[in-house]
Structure formats: structure tokens, C-alpha cells
């Protein structure tokens, strides 16, 4: 090779050199390997981590069509980044870009999408109608509701409840069990209602309908809509149409009702309270309630004379679950004017048959208006049953005598003293004033007349009365969390205290110490000794029934002649 050629290969190589030297080794090596993760909701901000070759300090992580994104620099192999909430959703390409240039992409790299709703059972109104075209004051109709279940699980036990407002529910009480609508179904149902007085100027009439259901596993929800209907006469309307002898009539409705029992169990006996309201536009005279359902025959409504041989009928009602006691199922409560309000009590046994769940009782009026003529209203109001667990919670034997401040046993039982095995729960011992040990544990099942023990220790702090509380937690028929609580009491005494001897004295004597030995007492018992006497120290004689100690033979001092 000439010189020539040597020196421009020379110069070559140095250019090259250059070159490199010019352009960021980083904008020539970066690459992009993966986004992890690479699928994310768009509900909330999520960190992803870029990984590759050649980052540097600075380099930004960026989506195509949404821009950059809040970038730490890891190492040069790792980037994190944020996506923060509210990104539309699609499929993303990542890009890396590093601050002295060059940059690389992952096409399809990061999918964001939105998040899936919950899996429930959602209730909705798809329509509703009167069953007449426009409504009027007091007339007697029906309003047809149909409901779709746009969740995605079946809607347990679907009950709609009607409230008493512009139109007052009937027969029903304003209960009505539609059942089990499946996901993607449709249910159909009506209420018969009455429209309500006093509405003049009103061009429409509404009610409140609650939806109630739960979904597979026991969840509860709860769905609240307001039904709208057209009334005449339109707003503002100045004519006052003379009322017909229909919408003149009285109408009883049931406004309130209790028991006097919190909680209602086979074999209950309890009273019942209504409240009940004229809500019609005349008096009801002679009314007549029917317990579990009935009817009375006379004169039909808008009839003057009442027929001979009408009559009240309540031996078909429904007796089923709750049946009457003091009394016949017939009650007369008298006259009751329009708009005025009164209360009746009733007295009722829950049958022992009865299993736990929400029952139906019918309740019938049945009364006369000011012109003889004959009516009857029925409704529906809806009772709760119980079976709660009969359990007692003793000592299955007398306690150990318990000590201030030393441990003792607690020897508890739970016994099953009902007809039906009970589920319970935790079992556990509280105590004021002292502390416990192995005080807690899960009980389980327990068949009628089985028994479950706890034994618990306990560290009294005083002497006296100690009181115990002993809860046990289980859950009702109707998936509420209760407990039983049972209150004990135990005795606690006092550490007796024994005497000691004073220092240097000799051990106490029916409680009183002897005194020390002198010097000159031991000088005697010395000149015994030599004397051939008895020299031993005094002896303290023992209590009737005590054991002495033993304790070391006494020293003989050798004694003198003979």
C-alpha cells in the first residue's frame, strides 16, 4: 500500500471516530422490550414499568394520541411511569424518549380499558299505566307496573311497596310479592288504588313505590320510584262538579300498626295495635273489623235499605299462623266521621307450627255509610316470626373458692333448652375488676338438650362479689347480628394471713409471741445441766388438731455427778 493510500485510510478512520463521537451512543442503541403491566382500568392511577436497553436520566414514557406521562428514571434497563386516572380507553403505543435523542416504540403496548361494574341484581320501572285513562277524585282503579331486572343476577324475593299519598293503596295493604325476577326479565304486576280527596287544581297524581329485593347471597338493595298519572279536572278548573253518591261514600284505611312484643316467636301471644282512617268524604257508621279477612251482606253500595238477611261473615278467614284469643275475630268499633282517625287492639297467638318468615294478615272493615248502604274494604298488612335460640348459661357444678389475686376456675356451661338446634356463635367472659384467661370460644351447633363448656381462669384483683358476663352472639332468621347475655355472680375472699415470729423471738403461742431467752435464763438452764437436771429450753405446747414441725432434738448438757 503506498503512503498515499495509507494516510487517507488514516484520515478515514479518524472520521469515523469523529462521527461516533458526535452522535449519543444512546440514540443508537435504545430499544424497548416490555410494559408491565400491560392491561390497566382507567378508574384510578396506575404505575407501569418500561423496561429495555440504554435509558438514560431524564427519559420521558409517552402514549400515542394522549401525550406524556410522569416519568422515574430506575436504571438503564427500567423506566416507571404514572397513567393517571381517566384515560380513554384503548390500546396504546408505548414510547421511551431519551433527552440527548433517540427514541423506540412497542406498538399495542399498554391496553387501558374501563372498569366492569359489579355483578348485581338492578331493578328498573320499564312503564306504567292506570288502568283508566285519566283518573278522578275517589274513583276506585288500578296501576299497572312493570319492572326489568338490567343486572346481572337474579332478584331474590321482589316485594313493591306502595305509600299512601295522592293515592291511597288497597286490598294489598300496599304490599305486593312479585318474587324472583331473573337477570334480563320482566315482571308485570298492579295495585289497586283509590284516588284521594282534596286534590282541586292538581293536573296530576303521584305515589311512592319502593322496589325491595336481595340478590343470591343474602345482599339486600333497595330501588325507590315516583309513579305519575294524569287527574282531572285540568289546573285551575272553577267549576265544582257535584261529587256522585260513589265518591261520596267512606273508606277505611289501615294508616299504622304495632305489636306490643319487639319480636314475634312461635307460641307468642301478643296485642295488636291499627290505626285506621276515614279517608272518604262521608261518616262510616257501624264498622266491623275482621281479623284474617270477611265480609258483611245488607244493602249494596248506593242502596238505601239495607237486605233482611245480611249478616257478618269472618269463620273463613285465614287462621293459619296467627289466631285470635280472648275474643272472636269480630270486633265492632262503632261510627267513625270522614277525616277522623281511631286505634283498635287486638289480641293474637303466633301458632307454635309456624316456621321463621315475613306472614300476611288479612284485615277486613266492614261498615255502613249515612244512606244504610253496605261496604267493605280489605287489607293486607305484613308480621315478622322469629325462632330465636332458648338457651341457658349456668355453672355445670359449684366453683372453686376463688382467692384476691390468685388464679381460679370458671367452670360455665351454654345448655340448649329448645325444641330446634341452635347456631351460635362466639362465646365470651367479661368481669369489672378482675382479668381472664381463655375467655373467648366459637360454640357451633347444639342440639336440643346438648351443652357446650367454658372454662375460663380468672385472676380476681379484690375480695367480694365478682359479677360475670357471659354474651353469646348469633345471627336471626332475618340475617341480623343478636346476642344473649347472662349476668353471674361468684364470691371472692380474702389470702388469709399466718403469723410469724417476732426477730428472735420463738413462734407465737395461741397468737402471742414468747419473749427472747435472757442471758441469766440460759445461765440457769447451764447450772441445771451441771446439777444432773433437765436443762432443755422451754417447749411451746401444741394446739388441739395442729401438727407441730419437727424439728432438731435439743442439746444435752452433760450434767454433773450421778
Known amino acids: 500500500m503506498s503512503q498515499v493510500q495509507h494516510k487517507l485510510s488514516r484520515l478515514i478512520a479518524l472520521a469515523l471516530v469523529l462521527l461516533a463521537a458526535l452522535v449519543p451512543s444512546s440514540a443508537l442503541a435504545i430499544s424497548l422490550v416490555t410494559v408491565t403491566p400491560g392491561q390497566i382500568t382507567n378508574d384510578a392511577a396506575t404505575t407501569i ?18 401525550g406524556d406521562l410522569s416519568t422515574a428514571f430506575v436504571s438503564k434497563r427500567a423506566l416507571t411511569a404514572v397513567v393517571p386516572a381517566g384515560v380513554p380507553a384503548g390500546i396504546y403505543t408505548v414510547t421511551v424518549t431519551n433527552p440527548g435523542g433517540g427514541s423506540a416504540s412497542l406498538a399495542n403496548g399498554l391496553t387501558v380499558s374501563d372498569p366492569q361494574p359489579a355483578e348485581r341484581p338492578l331493578l328498573v320501572v320499564t312503564g306504567y299505566k292506570g288502568t283508566v285513562g285519566t283518573v278522578h277524585f275517589g274513583e276506585e282503579m288500578s296501576i299497572v307496573v312493570t319492572i326489568k331486572n338490567a343486572g346481572q343476577k337474579t332478584a331474590r324475593n321482589v316485594q313493591a311497596t306502595f305509600g299512601i299519598g295522592d293515592l291511597i293503596p288497597r286490598t ?39 322496589l325491595t329485593y336481595s340478590d343470591e347471597s343474602g345482599a339486600a338493595f333497595s330501588e325507590k320510584f315516583t309513579l305519575v298519572l294524569s287527574l282531572e279536572p285540568p289546573p285551575y278548573y272553577t267549576e265544582t262538579p257535584t261529587p256522585s253518591a260513589l265518591e261520596q261514600r267512606p273508606q277505611l284505611v289501615i294508616s299504622s300498626y304495632k305489636t306490643g312484643q319487639e319480636l314475634l316467636q312461635p307460641g307468642s301471644q301478643f296485642t295488636l295495635s ?26 249494596s253500595a248506593g242502596e238505601g235499605t239495607p237486605s233482611p238477611s245480611g249478616g257478618i261473615s269472618g269463620g273463613s278467614g285465614e287462621f ?113 375488676g378482675a382479668s381472664l384467661e381463655n375467655a373467648q370460644t366459637l360454640v357451633g351447633i347444639l342440639e336440643p338438650g346438648g351443652f357446650f363448656t367454658l372454662d375460663p381462669t380468672v385472676f380476681p384483683e379484690a375480695p367480694g362479689t365478682l359479677e360475670l358476663t357471659v354474651t353469646v352472639d348469633y345471627t336471626d332468621d332475618f340475617n341480623q347480628p343478636r346476642s344473649i347475655t347472662k349476668h353471674l355472680s361468684v364470691d371472692v375472699m380474702d389470702v388469709p394471713v399466718e403469723p410469724f415470729p417476732p426477730e428472735g423471738g420463738e413462734i407465737p403461742v395461741d397468737g402471742v ?12 438452764r447451764f447450772v441445771l445441766g451441771l446439777l444432773g437436771l433437765d436443762s432443755a429450753a422451754p417447749s411451746v405446747e401444741p394446739v388441739p388438731g395442729e401438727t407441730v414441725p419437727e424439728t432438731e432434738p435439743p442439746v444435752i448438757i452433760p450434767g454433773g455427778k450421778g
Do not use: C, H
Not at 291499627?274 to 251482606?297: C, E, H, P, W, Y
Not at 409471741?513 to 440457769?524: D, H, I, R, V
Open 49 to 66: 414499568q418500561v423496561e429495555g436497553t440504554q435509558f438514560v436520566s431524564g427519559a420521558v414514557v409517552s402514549l400515542n394520541g394522549y
Open 172 to 210: 294489598t295493604g300496599g304490599l305486593v310479592a312479585v318474587g324472583d325476577v331473573a337477570a334480563g326479565n320482566k315482571a308485570t304486576f298492579d295495585q289497586p288504588m283509590t284516588v284521594a280527596y282534596g286534590l282541586w287544581g292538581k293536573s296530576m297524581v303521584s305515589t311512592d313505590m319502593t
Open 274 to 299: 291499627l290505626g285506621f282512617t276515614n279517608v272518604g268524604l262521608s261518616d262510616a257508621r257501624q264498622i266491623v273489623m275482621i281479623l284474617g279477612g270477611g265480609s258483611a251482606t245488607g244493602g
Open 320 to 432: 293459619t299462623n296467627f289466631a285470635p284469643i280472648g275474643s272472636s275475630n269480630v270486633q265492632s268499633l262503632g261510627d267513625l266521621p270522614a277525616g277522623s282517625t281511631s286505634n283498635v287492639n287486638a289480641s293474637l297467638v303466633v301458632n307454635v307450627s309456624t316456621n321463621p318468615g315475613a306472614y300476611p294478615l288479612k284485615i277486613s272493615f266492614a261498615y255502613l255509610d249515612e244512606n244504610g248502604a253496605t261496604f267493605n274494604d280489605d287489607q293486607v298488612i305484613t308480621l315478622l316470626v322469629y325462632s330465636l335460640p332458648n338457651v341457658d348459661v349456668s355453672f355445670y357444678r359449684p366453683p372453686d373458692p376463688l382467692l384476691a389475686g390468685q388464679p381460679g376456675s370458671l367452670p360455665l356451661q351454654i345448655v340448649n333448652i329448645g325444641r330446634k338446634s341452635a347456631i351460635l356463635g362466639n362465646m365470651r367472659v367479661e368481669a369489672e
Open 513 to 524: 409471741p414468747s419473749e427472747p431467752e435472757t442471758f441469766w435464763q440460759k445461765l440457769w
